[in-house]
């Protein structure tokens, strides 16, 4: 089976900028994908093909590729953006998806 | 505005069935591939399974293939999900999402609750 690797937790400072990376053998090959879930709330899609940010998603979201890693950067962390931030991507044939097992960001 | 309803989910045993459908409004449904993916309670999400806009192609997590079956019914916007010989570890929220693997997720509905348990 393909995994994506994130760490489990990352926490930053409010104002301050959040980092967090996710891993793949196969990310060179397909692109991938970040999404935002809330307690109680479904996911919401914050990065699209590595690096493109979907309507409404605010600037402070972005993201980047390098070799097998991807990262999610937030510029300017604020209190609502503490969540649960998941990478996806699909294995190298692009038959089958999978998800990175979440990080959850913590807004001190 | 994209929206997606599930329905389906309750309480099943080990062993059993159940049918989620999902449906959907706001967009040409015919025209979008769709997926499932599930939240164990507690857990990460895991993608379970896609289908294209046609419904002739479909793909499987292996956690359930030749278990579970994904149709659509283009003239009635709804796609099925149809679950059997259930386990526990299939315990879960079930979300029905616009879009597939390898183009990502855009909208998602609010999810149906299985809970696999005798």
């Known amino acids: 089976s393909y995994d994506l690797t994130q760490p489990p937790s990352v926490s930053v400072s409010a104002g301050q900028t959040a980092r967090i990376p996710c891993s793949g053998d196969?990310?060179?090959?397909?692109?991938a994908y970040w999404y935002q879930q809330k307690p109680g709330q479904a996911p919401v899609l914050v990065i699209s093909?590595?690096?493109e940010r979907p309507s409404g998603i605010p600037e402070r979201f972005s993201g980047s590729s390098s070799g097998t890693t991807v990262t999610l950067t937030i510029s300017g962390v604020q209190a609502e953006d503490e969540a649960d931030y998941y990478c996806?991507?699909?294995?190298?044939?692009?038959?089958?998806?999978?998800f990175g097992g979440g990080t959850k960001l913590t807004v001190l | 505005e994209v929206q997606l309803l599930e329905s389906g989910g309750g309480l099943v045993q080990p062993g059993g069935s159940l049918r989620l459908s999902c449906a959907a409004s706001?967009?040409?449904?015919?025209?979008?591939?769709m997926s499932w993916v599930r939240q164990a309670p507690g857990k990460g999400l895991e993608w379970v399974s896609a289908i294209s806009g046609s419904g002739d192609f479909t793909y499987y997590a292996d956690s359930v293939k030749g278990r579970f079956t994904f149709s659509r019914d283009n003239s009635k916007n709804t796609l099925y999900l149809q679950m059997n010989s259930l386990r526990a570890e299939d315990t879960a929220r079930y979300y029905c999402?616009?879009?597939?693997?390898?183009?990502?997720?855009?909208?998602w509905g609010q999810g149906t609750l299985v809970t696999v348990s005798s």
């Open positions: 093909r590595d690096s």
């Open positions: 996806q991507s699909a294995d190298s044939s692009g038959t089958l998806g999978v």
């Open positions: 196969a990310l060179p090959k397909q692109f």
């Open positions: 999402a616009t879009g597939d693997r390898t183009v990502g997720f855009d909208y």
């Open positions: 706001g967009f040409t449904f015919s025209s979008y591939a």
